[in-house]
């Protein structure tokens, strides 16, 4: 796990300062400093109204101190001149009240991609990325798309999780989440050109758990940006933006999923124990085998569903196919409808069910929690004023 950047809000307790700790909350890069503390990386100060000349020139000052660990500012009453001054002498953002939530959230990933780029790529992160794919239509290919991002959620604390859905022609992820997406990735690649941190984080839409979607393209005309080329650019960027991505890649292979495969640490091959999945996992195989050298080795098939009694067994499953099973899913579509059609995760509705568990150790697996970096001292402000 990244070391956090830290915060000093020197605010009163109010409304406004509410918003700041919640969207720094939502990030799991960020940590808020207590009272008295005077090292961070961002500060965050609340102008008094009529402070005059006086609060111009601690301002000044302040900027001055802080030298490239950035200072936003907020204020209910604010001269546009003064404004102008600040800014001009280094102030990075300014946020009227009241505060708007989104332009908050958007202000602290500009502030981490311009202090990423300030550092080096070095510092850039490398999260995994792990593809599911059914063998074939109704195993539940997105209900473990959604339950595996939000395991990785929990299991890895402050880590940051992106969920996609390229489960085309009709993505029902938002649906098992019971968000509205404002936007899809199929705009993202027809803006491919200003493709950056801060546009992507705008596009997606943020669960309560911490999960980000990114939803699929709704219409065919979307779609006329989909190639294989700017699809790895997103990926690519989102791999560095997210500690992991989950892709809900659907159950058709073509040139696109294939670069997706390509790119994904594992590929995730959902079944149920009867023959016609037998049959598609045996064509799948043959397929990959056939497209791109390497993607047999990430492979990783997974028996949602399972039975210990049935007809087809898992052993003749592997003896069938030639190949171990990676994961076994208990059997437990009762709860699981259930959490679909309330627009929950398992995680909120049966965290304790067998089925909540197995995904939870599966994600464990499939992206385990790294040891935290030893914390670097940081050079910081002494310059705030004190308040009860």
Same mark, same amino acid.
């Given at each position: ?6 915060v000093?809000?020197d ?5 406004a ?6 969207c720094?909350s ?12 005077e090292?961070?990386?961002?500060? #965050?100060?609340?102008m ?15 900027v001055?101190?802080r030298?490239?660990r950035?200072v936003?500012?907020t ?7 003064v ?7 280094g #102030?990075r ?5 009241p @505060? ?5 959230r ?6 981490k ?11 850039? %992160? ?17 209900? *473990? ?6 395991a ?5 604390p402050?880590?940051?999780?992106a969920?996609?859905?390229m ?6 992820a938002?649906l098992?989440?019971?968000?509205s997406? %404002?936007y ?11 493709l +950056?941190?801060t546009?992507l984080m705008? /596009?997606?839409?943020?669960h309560?758990s911490?999960?980000?979607?990114l ?5 065919? +005309? ?6 294989p080329?700017?699809?790895?650019k997103? *990926? ?8 992991? /991505? ?6 058709? *292979?073509?040139?696109?999923t ?11 091959l959902?079944?149920?124990?009867n ?5 598609n ?5 043959d ?9 047999e080795e %990430? ?5 949602n569903?399972?039975l210990?009694?049935? +007809?087809?067994?898992?052993?003749d499953?592997?003896k ?12 437990d ?5 259930s ?8 995680l ?8 909540t568990?197995? @995904? ?9 929690a790294t040891?935290?970096k ?6 910081? *402000?002494k310059?705030?004023?004190?308040r009860?």
């Amino acid at each position: 796990m990244q070391e956090k950047l830290t915060v000093i809000l020197d605010m009163d307790a109010s409304t406004a300062r509410g918003v700041f700790e919640e969207c720094l909350s939502e990030d799991g890069d960020f940590e808020v400093l207590g009272a008295g503390e005077e090292y961070a990386d961002l500060l #965050v100060r609340e102008m008094v109204a009529g402070g005059g000349e006086a609060e111009l020139e601690a301002v000044a000052e302040m900027v001055a101190r802080r030298g490239e660990r950035e200072v936003f500012l907020t204020a209910a009453v604010y001269d546009a001149e003064v404004l102008m001054r600040l800014m001009r002498q280094g #102030v990075r953002e300014f946020f009227p009240q009241p @505060i708007n939530h989104e332009e908050v959230r958007m202000a602290l990933w500009r502030f981490k991609e311009r202090r990423e780029t300030r550092l080096g790529p070095r510092h850039s %992160k490398q999260g995994r990325i792990i593809n599911i794919f059914g063998a074939k239509g109704g195993v539940g290919t997105t209900s *473990l798309a959604v339950n595996l991002a939000a395991a990785c959620q929990t299991h890895k604390p402050g880590a940051t999780v992106a969920l996609m859905d390229m489960n085309l022609p009709f993505g029902e992820a938002q649906l098992f989440l019971d968000l509205s997406p %404002k936007y899809h990735w199929g705009e993202v690649l027809g803006n491919i050109s200003r493709l +950056d941190a801060t546009y992507l984080m705008s /596009v997606m839409s943020r669960h309560p758990s911490g999960i980000y979607l990114l939803a699929p393209p709704s219409r065919l +005309d979307d779609l006329q940006m989909a190639t294989p080329e700017n699809i790895a650019k997103l *990926l690519d960027l989102m791999r560095q933006v997210f500690d992991t /991505v989950v892709i809900d890649l659907g159950m058709y *292979l073509d040139e696109i999923t294939l670069k997706v495969m390509e790119m994904s640490d594992a590929i995730v091959l959902i079944g149920v124990q009867n023959l016609p999945c037998l049959a598609n996992v045996r064509r799948f195989l043959d397929n990959i085998r056939h497209a791109e050298a390497g993607l047999e080795e %990430k492979l990783k098939i997974v028996v949602n569903r399972h039975l210990e009694e049935s +007809d087809l067994v898992v052993e003749d499953m592997e003896k069938a196919l030639g190949l171990p099973v990676f994961w076994r899913i208990p059997n437990d579509y009762q709860t699981t409808l259930s959490a679909i059609n309330q627009g929950k995760t398992l995680l909120e509705t049966a965290p304790r069910a067998a089925v909540t568990r197995s @995904i939870g150790e599966l994600a464990a697996v499939l992206a385990p929690a790294t040891e935290a970096k030893p914390k670097k001292s940081l050079f910081g *402000l002494k310059f705030l004023r004190g308040r009860s």
